[in-house]
């Protein structure tokens, strides 16, 4: 990895973070297509760029995060599917993360649930416009099952924040608040995989050069940047449009992967 390949895969991590396209999936796409995709350190600052994506939240949302410490209970308690599911299937985890066909398939499949996801759930924008009070009333038992429904994401391809939003959903939360709660729960989620990743590579033996130091740097340094464009842009379009589009751009995508595999170049970690 040199400088120009952190930065491409900062900015597209920034972009697909908290869009429901799946932002692992296209960083697994875009470091194959840089043949860096095998590279240990690669997969590490895949996962560690996170952090900046993270640091976007706290800063558009810093009031939220001290409002009080039942938010944070109720956070905590959609974290832990994900910290034991995380644990059990870590091996299972990684083999996932070397294969762009897996990704490919999720994609389409997520994109044929994300076109049709705003008529299964168009009475939850009636209901909140007859409860305006309903987004400061997320129970504990509605912030475990959406935890549940964000442990979808780790298949490469299904994405974080669309499964916890449309789990959020299913708890009758409209678009707004659902996307919100899932960029709320991204942040303890992202910490613990970055901490998990980086002890991994600690006790795999593997030390960081001084370049790869900046890499980490500068990597987050853009993705943070541009995560608070597109977390901005993304609630403003998804309170007005919905999902279809997303849908779309997936399946496009999707199928795009795999006709490139078949008939022109095969996909593989390299």
Known sequence: MDLIDSIILAVIE??????????TGHMIIASSVMKIAGDDFTKLFTIVIQLGA????????WKRFFQ???????????FIPAVILGLIFNDIIDEFLESPLIVA???????????KVDDWFKANEVYD???PEAH?????????????????????????????IIGGMTQKLNRKTAAEFSFFLAVPTMFGATAKKLFDYYQAGFELSSDQINYLIIGNVVAFIVALI?????????????????????????????????????????
Do not use: N
């Open 14 to 23: 920034g972009i697909t973070e908290y869009l429901p396209i799946s932002s």
């Open 54 to 61: 993270i640091l976007s939240v706290l800063v558009l949302y």
């Open 68 to 78: 009080s410490l039942d938010f944070y209970f109720k956070l905590l308690v959609a």
């Open 105 to 115: 398939f999720l994609l389409i499949i997520g994109g044929f649930v994300l076109i």
């Open 129 to 131: 416009e007859a409860h």
């Open 136 to 164: 400061t009333q997320i129970s504990y038992i509605t912030a475990l099952k959406i935890g549940f429904f964000q442990c979808l994401a780790m298949v490469p391809g299904t994405s974080r924040s669309g499964a916890s």
């Open 230 to 270: 597109a977390i901005k842009s993304f609630i403003d379009y998804l309170s007005k449009r919905g999902f279809k589009i997303f849908g779309y751009y997936r399946i496009i995508l999707g199928l795009s992967l795999l006709l490139i595999h078949y008939f022109i170049y095969p996909l593989t970690i390299v």
